[in-house]
């Protein structure tokens, strides 16, 4: 069964940020079912099943299709590395994280900090040594993970020390060169521009040093100032060690293994509270038939 372009391009919106918003708020979104109703694929062939067993379906067709979108790649590397490799007990993923004028697709944090640029079947490769540029000074890792294809330009427009992943017809990441793990390149102020005050302040304190007490209004000011004397290995290191506790999921890991797979990159991104994680379970858990008139 293959999808045609515009089918692939809506069915990949029932794993869209809005869905997910509206399950965990609503427990329910008319969106999916505008969606499943204008799929013959689904509506008629498998009528009988539950909004997650649709999702599954839908997932096993996108990833088959020679329109493979970002959430194809985003879930692979959720379902292979982060869920696969590691644990949400010790690794941590921070999803589009702005370094610079570029937005890292996904960053997984575990010993170090593992950043992946996404370049989907329909992404241009134009800006990608731009991208590459901003990322390397954040951090350690960098990787861009693309479609066969796009192999030999993507090495071509990169440093030797970016990784370059492929994804293969068979849902399998491959690694066509070995990314460098380099924190010693990052940049102080680079790194603090991704974080909190109130991280960039627990990351001085362990490396023994202080600011001054400042109003609101300056802190910013006196965190760059102390963030540009220091080491950019030690920087990196201890940003790793905070953003896994700051921003960690382990309370997400027994939720995330009650939901299909194919949803799971986007239930982990919306971060939901319990409340929200029990109406996302009973949204996925609905009979299609009875969600094809949601409203």
């Not at 399950?23 to 008319?30: D, G, I, V």
């Not at 498998?46 to 067709?61: D, H, R, T, Y």
């Not at 109130?198 to 109003?215: F, K, Q, S, W, Y």
């Not at 220091?230 to 960690?248: G, Y």
Request: charged share 25%.
């Amino acid at each position: 069964m293959k999808l045609n372009r515009i089918e692939a391009a809506s069915l990949s919106k029932l794993f869209a940020a809005t869905v997910m918003r509206d399950f965990a708020k609503h427990a329910r979104s008319p969106q999916v079912a505008g969606i499943i109703s204008n799929s013959r694929t689904i509506s008629e062939t498998a009528p009988e099943i539950s909004v997650g067993s649709a999702f599954e379906l839908a997932f096993s067709l996108l990833r088959r299709s020679q329109f493979r979108c970002d959430y194809v790649y985003r879930s692979a590397l959720v379902q292979k590395l982060l869920l696969g490799r590691h644990t949400l007990s010790t690794a941590t993923l921070l999803n589009e994280v702005r370094t610079g004028t570029a937005v890292a697709d996904l960053t997984i944090l575990n010993g170090t900090s593992t950043a992946y640029e996404i370049k989907s079947d329909r992404d241009s490769l134009k800006r990608l040594d731009h991208q590459v540029r901003n990322y390397r000074k954040v951090f350690a890792t960098v990787n861009v993970i693309v479609n066969q294809s796009r192999v030999s330009e993507t090495i071509n427009r990169t440093p030797p020390d970016v990784g370059v992943l492929t994804l293969s017809d068979k849902f399998t990441i491959q690694t066509i060169r070995q990314p460098i793990d380099s924190p010693h390149r990052t940049d102080p102020i680079a790194i603090l521009d991704i974080l909190r005050a109130n991280e960039a302040i627990t990351i001085l304190e362990r490396l023994d040093r202080h600011i001054p007490a400042v109003p609101n209004t300056q802190i910013r000011s006196e965190l760059h100032r102390a963030f540009s004397t220091l080491d950019p290995a030690a920087v990196h290191d201890q940003m790793v060690n905070v953003l896994k506790k700051s921003r960690s999921q382990a309370h997400l890991r027994d939720f995330v293994s009650s939901i299909p797979n194919s949803a799971r990159a986007a239930a982990l991104v919306s971060n939901p509270s319990p409340d929200s994680q029990e109406r996302i379970k009973l949204a996925l858990n609905t009979p299609l038939t009875e969600a094809l008139a949601w409203k």
